[in-house]
């Protein structure tokens, strides 16, 4: 299995996984253009040529964020704040790993270091499902920023939450790398990278 930041001609792949798995989940699938406005950056998971997992990493430009939609008010007051946005979207994993814990854990590592080691974003903000607001908070500390509101491009309710990407940044250090701390800090944190390998894979990153 490899994790990587994936090149423009596997974008559809990640598309066909994310419009695959929305459909299980039975919601639309509408807005999944995969054509490059340079603000977004997709991170992929292979299994040989076979795209199992992804999540795309969109930066505060003049394109602007994709929960601005419903949530244009509460960025703007984070704007106000003087923080820097990014977005993570289009979260998937393909059936036959989607209860691996270290593999979403390298996909959120990778978008981490895009949007923070690199970009320099303080600030992360992501919608999801209601249902969804309980793992997102407890496994990876963000906050509730906006009340659930329809989404219609995927036809379901969606909540928009918050994360520091500082504090998160001080999880990673502390716990990266530590499998065996998860059943202490019962978070994502532990199935990320350690210091050596993020330092790696930053250094290719920045080739």
Same mark, same amino acid.
């Given at each position: 299995?490899t994790? @990587?930041t994936?090149d423009?001609? $596997?974008?559809?792949?990640? %598309?066909g996984?994310v419009?695959? %798995?929305?459909?299980?989940?039975?919601y639309? *699938?509408?807005?999944?253009?995969t054509?490059?406005?340079?603000?977004e950056?997709i991170c992929?998971a292979?299994?040989?040529a +076979? +795209?199992?997992?992804t999540?795309?990493?969109r930066f505060?430009t #003049?394109?602007g964020?994709r929960?601005?939609d419903? $949530?244009?008010?509460?960025l703007q007051?984070? !704007?106000?704040q003087?923080?820097?946005l990014?977005? =993570?979207g289009?979260?998937?994993?393909? @059936?036959d790993?989607?209860?691996?814990k #270290?593999?979403?854990?390298?996909?959120?590592? &990778?978008?981490f270091m895009?949007?923070?080691? &690199?970009?320099? *974003?303080?600030t992360?903000?992501i919608?999801?499902?209601? !249902?969804?607001?309980?793992?997102y908070? !407890?496994?990876l500390?963000f906050k509730? @920023?906006? #009340?659930?509101?329809?989404n +219609?491009?995927v036809?379901?309710?969606a909540?928009?939450?918050?994360?520091?990407?500082?504090?998160?940044?001080?999880q990673v250090?502390?716990f990266?790398? !530590?499998?065996?701390?998860?059943?202490?800090?019962? +978070?994502?944190?532990? =199935?990320?990278?350690?210091?050596?390998e993020?330092?790696?894979?930053?250094?290719?990153?920045?080739?």
């Amino acid at each position: 299995m490899t994790i @990587q930041t994936a090149d423009h001609a $596997f974008w559809v792949h990640a %598309r066909g996984l994310v419009a695959r %798995r929305y459909a299980d989940r039975g919601y639309l *699938c509408k807005d999944l253009s995969t054509a490059p406005d340079g603000a977004e950056i997709i991170c992929s998971a292979f299994s040989g040529a +076979t +795209t199992v997992g992804t999540i795309a990493v969109r930066f505060d430009t #003049e394109h602007g964020l994709r929960a601005e939609d419903l $949530f244009g008010a509460e960025l703007q007051a984070l !704007r106000a704040q003087g923080l820097r946005l990014c977005e =993570f979207g289009r979260l998937a994993l393909d @059936q036959d790993v989607a209860e691996s814990k #270290e593999l979403l854990a390298h996909l959120f590592h &990778l978008a981490f270091m895009h949007a923070y080691r &690199l970009a320099a *974003c303080n600030t992360l903000v992501i919608e999801v499902n209601p !249902r969804h607001v309980p793992f997102y908070r !407890r496994m990876l500390g963000f906050k509730v @920023q906006g #009340e659930a509101r329809h989404n +219609t491009r995927v036809n379901a309710p969606a909540v928009l939450m918050v994360l520091d990407l500082v504090w998160a940044g001080e999880q990673v250090s502390s716990f990266g790398g !530590r499998p065996a701390s998860a059943s202490v800090t019962r +978070t994502l944190y532990p =199935f990320f990278y350690g210091v050596e390998e993020e330092s790696a894979i930053l250094a290719k990153l920045r080739q």
